[in-house]
């Protein structure tokens, strides 16, 4: 496959997962933690709150002027150069494309949220007890952490094979 259609898809299809899956959540939920739904009894859980901040509520306290320009300027600026870096770096390998690509199409399916609705729709809640417990969070979230991990992976096994190389 083209590589620039691959990295057009991918980052669609990044997007269009989080956006579907928030549309369900609007249309089926009652926002607040009212209609809090167990998956798996207390430890998954679907709430529905609204994230006028960034990871966590961070900032969402800000003055508008402050947000504007911390959670839809740069995001935006940053995932622009971010997507202009993959298409111009033809020597990445295929796990930190893969990687890069989610963490584009998570950020910019956040930034559409912050656009078009003033904050994003998070709804996933995990409690596995003790020290894991996660805030709610959202499918874009999910990709971009999983690129994050991804490209940590990627750099780690990378590192280790110029290493056995050079040796």
Request: proline letters at 1%; glycine letters at 8%; one cysteine or more.
């Amino acid at each position: 496959m083209n590589r620039t259609l691959f990295i057009i898809l991918l980052v669609i299809f990044n997007i269009a997962i989080d956006q579907i899956s928030k549309i369900i959540v609007r249309t089926t939920m009652i926002k607040g933690g009212k209609g809090q739904i167990n998956v798996i009894q207390d430890y998954f859980q679907l709430i529905w709150v609204e994230n006028k901040g960034a990871f966590l509520g961070m900032g969402s306290d800000m003055n508008p002027t402050l947000r504007l320009i911390f959670l839809l300027v740069l995001p935006t600026l940053v995932l622009a150069y971010v997507t202009y870096y993959i298409l111009k770096t033809k020597e990445l390998d295929r796990m930190s494309l893969i990687a890069f690509c989610c963490i584009v199409g998570g950020g910019i399916a956040n930034v559409f949220d912050r656009i078009v609705f003033g904050q994003v729709t998070d709804f996933f809640y995990i409690n596995l007890g003790g020290v894991f417990k996660t805030g709610i969070f959202n499918v874009a979230d999910m990709s971009v952490t999983l690129g994050m991990v991804i490209l940590l992976f990627s750099g780690i096994f990378n590192s280790k094979k110029k290493e056995n190389v050079s040796v």
